[in-house]
């Protein structure tokens, strides 16, 4: 399974963005999809995540702010975010675990910096 993230960004605080995540391979299914996110010098955490059903739940710091969707024909996820803040700037990753092997795997990030 390869994950590709895009959508990253410079926007002045308040602004929004828009990640995309596209999972493609062979004879894959996946079932939770999640985000995370490295900002500078601190350790990667958890954004949200979503089951396949559509179930979304969010980290403290984005919630009401983030908004994480999905479309399980076209293997995509999405990160719809608003009102961002300069503490939301980071490398934003997604990861997904693949039901058939039994693994998780992660894309290679997307920035996203955000500007006061």
């Known amino acids: 399974v390869q994950l590709v993230e895009y959508g990253g960004g410079s926007v002045l605080a308040g602004g929004s963005l828009r990640l995309s995540c596209l999972a493609t391979?062979?004879?894959?299914?996946?079932?939770?999809m999640a985000w995370y996110r490295q900002g500078p010098g601190t350790q990667r955490e958890w954004v949200g995540s979503i089951d396949r059903g559509g179930s979304a739940n969010y980290a403290d710091s984005v919630t009401g702010r983030f908004r994480i969707t999905r479309d399980n024909t076209r293997n995509m996820m999405w990160l719809q975010m608003i009102g961002l803040k300069p503490v939301d700037t980071a490398v934003y990753y997604c990861?997904?675990?693949?039901?058939?092997?039994?693994?998780?795997?992660w894309g290679q990030g997307t920035q996203v910096t955000v500007s006061a």
């Open positions: 990861r997904v675990f693949e039901t058939a092997r039994g693994q998780y795997y």
């Open positions: 391979g062979e004879a894959f299914d996946i079932s939770d």
